[in-house]
T-cell receptor, first 115, second 115 residues
Framework: AQSVTQPDIHITVSEGASLELRCNYSYGATPYLFWYVQSPGQGLQLLLKYFSGDTLVQGIKGFEAEFKRSQSSFNLRKPSVHWSDAAEYFCAVGAGGTSYGKLTFGQGTILTVHP | GAGVSQTPSNKVTEKGKYVELRCDPISGHTALYWYRQSLGQGPEFLIYFQGTGAADDSGLPNDRFFAVRPEGSVSTLKIQRTERGDSAVYLC?????????????FGEGSRLTVL
């Protein structure tokens, strides 16, 4: 069975600092990997996704993530955090194909940004 | 509206009662998903519709939970004999793809509280 682990429940950074959110997955085949962001009062929004090809993927809002098969990781990064990035971030893995929307999510990482 | 709409946004009910949660997907989206998000957890898959039929209902926790999508658009999640453990935010998502790499668009969710 597939699973996702986000080791950090809560991360605090200063505005302008760099950010890395960790994600480790367990999946038997080539995974489809996603990062979503959830802000209060808003639905989950897709930041970026990886299916194949270049292991460094770019997303919206200046985020990027790197797929490392050897480490079963898909960490999310941003070089300079803005106060508006404060939210909860979820990593997810899926099987693709006709089941592409059947995702397994991690527990989430809450990001707090200090001015 | 342009996004996925879920009603009610909040529902408080008593243990043992029946509830219905409604999801109105983005117009033209053929795929519709229900997820459940308990406090402090990531979303968990419940059921997936492709058109009018439930393509995968493996995530429904028991036979008290049932979902329909009779005309291939609006979907209703039905919960019978509610229990306190059913308290959660129920998320709906839709997508335009029947397979491959389509993006899920999530609604803001229906928060269910069972007293």
């Amino acid at each position: 069975a597939q699973s996702v682990t986000q080791p950090d429940i809560h991360i605090t950074v200063s505005e302008g600092a760099s950010l890395e959110l960790r994600c480790n997955y367990s999946y038997g085949a080539t995974p489809y990997l996603f990062w979503y962001v959830q802000s209060p009062g808003q639905g989950l929004q897709l930041l970026l996704k990886y299916f194949s090809g270049d292991t460094l993927v770019q997303g919206i809002k200046g985020f990027e993530a790197e797929f490392k098969r050897s480490q079963s990781s898909f960490n999310l990064r941003k070089p300079s955090v803005h106060w508006s990035d404060a939210a909860e971030y979820f990593c997810a893995v899926g099987a693709g194909g006709t089941s592409y929307g059947k995702l397994t999510f991690g527990q989430g990482t809450i990001l707090t940004v200090h001015p | 509206g342009a996004g996925v709409s879920q009603t009610p946004s909040n529902k408080v009910t008593e243990k043992g009662k029946y509830v219905e949660l409604r999801c109105d997907p983005i117009s033209g989206h053929t795929a519709l998903y229900w997820y459940r998000q308990s406090l402090g957890q990531g979303p968990e898959f419940l059921i997936y519709f492709q058109g009018t039929g439930a393509a995968d209902d493996s995530g429904l926790p028991n036979d008290r939970f049932f979902a329909v999508r009779p005309e291939g658009s609006v979907s209703t999640l039905k919960i019978q004999r509610t229990e306190r453990g059913d308290s959660a935010v129920y998320l709906c998502a839709s997508s335009s793809s029947s397979g491959g790499v389509g993006e899920l668009f999530f609604g803001e969710g229906s928060r269910l509280t069972v007293l």
